[in-house]
Structures are given as structure tokens and as C-alpha cells.
């Protein structure tokens, strides 16, 4: 009996985007547009999606620009997070900005975001400074800081 797992990752591609989508709007309390996915496909900007036995969980996208990468949105269906696949896809986000020859990859993060803030720290990222009041508060009021971080390849 086989118990293997199989994950697989492909392209984001404009194809994909109402799939993604529905992550999207799952994950981010103030999600992106579809207007705004569709506009960070191509050109600079690059991406893949994870599936696991052949059901999508996640994707991620970044940009890349003049020899610096920025993880632009990292998502995972809310069912299948807590089982790694959240750094499995940042490990190919690395992957794929080592191919660009990227030498430094930035991120934003929400200051109240833990889980996601430890992942990043535990990947070598350190915090490099805040952007005062950058979100829009979870609770509708007020807003929150975002930490940008910093990983030299």
C-alpha cells in the first residue's frame, strides 16, 4: 500500500485565477481584487501553485526586479493549513527567485500575524523596518502595521 503523498506545482497562470481566487478571498480578510491577481501575472511577475494529490491548497506570487524578489502574497486553503504547506511553497518561491538570480527577497507581513512571522524568521528572514498603520484592521477599525522583512540568497 502506497501512502505517498503526491505534491505537484504549476504556473499561475490568468487561467487559474477564479480557482485562486476563492483561496484568496478565504485567507485575506481584505483579499485582492480579481482585477488586481490578473494584473500580477507575467511580465515581472512570477508564481506557482501547490496541489496535493491533485487538489489545489495553495499558490504563491511574487515580482521580481532588478535583481531583488518580493513575495507579493502567499496563500493556503484555511482547510489544509498547519500541515506544512504554507513553507513548502516558500521553499519554491526561494527556487524560483535563486533561478532570477535574485539577490535579496523582500516581504510584507501583518505585525498581529504570528504564525506567518515565525515562518519567515525561521526561514532566515529578519525584520528590517515598519510601515505605520499599512493595513486595514481585521475588526474594521483602525488600521495595522505591516513588518517588512528582508533574506539575502
Same mark, same amino acid.
Given at each position: 500500500m502506497n501512502n505517498k503523498i503526491e505534491t505537484t506545482f +504549476?504556473?499561475?497562470?490568468?487561467e487559474k485565477v477564479e480557482e485562486l481566487m476563492v483561496i484568496e478571498?478565504?485567507?485575506h480578510p481584505h483579499p485582492w481584487s480579481e482585477k488586481t491577481f490578473r494584473s500580477c501575472i507575467g511580465g515581472r511577475y512570477?508564481?506557482?501553485?501547490? +496541489?496535493?494529490?491533485?487538489v489545489l491548497v495553495g499558490f504563491y506570487v511574487g515580482e521580481h526586479v532588478a535583481g531583488e524578489s518580493t513575495l507579493m502574497d502567499i496563500c493556503v486553503s484555511p482547510e489544509q493549513q498547519g500541515k506544512g504547506y504554507g513553507k513548502v511553497l516558500l521553499l519554491q518561491f526561494f527556487e524560483d527567485c535563486k533561478k532570477l538570480a535574485s539577490k535579496t527577497i523582500f516581504l510584507e507581513v501583518r505585525a498581529k500575524n504570528i504564525s506567518a512571522q515565525m515562518l519567515y524568521i525561521n526561514q532566515g528572514f529578519s525584520e528590517i523596518s515598519r510601515r505605520t498603520g499599512y493595513y486595514p484592521s481585521n475588526t474594521g477599525f483602525g488600521y495595522e502595521d505591516a513588518i517588512v522583512m528582508s533574506k539575502k540568497l
Open positions: +504549476s504556473p499561475v497562470t490568468a478571498l478565504a485567507c512570477f508564481g506557482d501553485c501547490l +496541489s496535493v494529490d491533485n
